[in-house]
């Protein structure tokens, strides 16, 4: 039985871990193609051959800074030399910073914008030409649960992270909109608290303390895996969303609901 994505070319960001390892893998089983990128070389390389491993066909370019517009030109002229045009743009990475308003700098403020909105629009703008080649085919934004929410979770304060976020969330449904003439579909998946190797960087006291107030307070009582947002992207990504756009997929155990 062929697989869900058999026969596509998907291109995926931030490859080294977390959910965009765990797409690689999920979309490399349902057949697809999966071109990825990451700043972080060694775990990047060993997505690839953990793909390969299972049999799976991988390529990814590192180092790419997703922030630097060049860079991006380069990944995308790169996935259509190893594979011609592509049917999937998947939209994973992003780098934001946390703090009050009153102790962030200008500096905090403008790497979450670089790092969480300017990715975006690179990949979008230098994808399209391609993807109009192509004939259409899905583009998926990773937003967030702080895009819709104004609560301090596990003391974790996200103004910039949050307005990013719900930029994201607004720059989806309008694309959605532009785009729909050339058949490109635009969607967005918004995770709540996913364990991810990011975690790590907080320090254990505000993991443990993250991960308690995720628990405490979602419907299903566990924190997210990277798994569970793969498996709403290989969704979007495969024809079984063909009449789905410009929508925003909350996935985050009910943390939202209540």
Not at 35 to 47: I, L
Request: some cysteine; glycine content about 12%.
């Amino acid at each position: 039985m062929p697989g869900r994505l058999e026969g596509k070319v998907a291109l995926i960001t931030g490859t080294a871990g977390g959910q965009g390892r765990a797409a690689a893998l999920l979309f490399a089983r349902e057949g697809a193609k999966v071109v990825g990128c990451d700043v972080k070389v060694a775990e990047a390389e060993e997505t690839v051959a953990l793909v390969k491993a299972e049999g799976g066909e991988m390529v990814s370019m590192q180092p790419v800074d997703l922030g630097d517009e060049e860079q991006v030109r380069q990944w995308i002229d790169f996935a259509v030399q190893q594979f011609g045009e592509f049917d999937v743009l998947y939209n994973n990475a992003s780098a934001p910073r946390f703090g009050r308003i009153a102790d962030f700098s200008s500096e905090d403020w403008h790497f979450t914008i670089r790092n969480e909105l300017d990715l975006i629009f690179f990949a979008i703008k230098h994808a399209l030409p391609h993807m109009r080649a192509r004939g259409g085919g899905s583009i998926i934004n990773t937003a967030s649960v702080a895009g819709l929410t104004g609560r301090v979770i596990g003391g974790l304060h996200e103004f910039a992270h949050s307005a990013t976020k719900g930029g994201v969330i607004a720059m989806t449904r309008t694309l959605s909109s532009d785009l729909a003439e050339y058949g490109i579909r635009v969607n967005s998946i918004a995770p709540g608290g996913i364990d991810t190797p990011a975690w790590q960087t907080l320090g254990e006291e505000m993991v443990n303390q993250l991960r308690q107030t995720i628990i405490d307070g979602s419907l299903i009582k566990r924190v997210g895996m990277g798994e569970d947002i793969a498996s709403c992207a290989l969704y979007l990504a495969s024809d079984e969303s063909g009449y789905v756009t410009g929508q925003n997929f909350v996935v985050d155990g009910g943390f939202s609901a209540i």
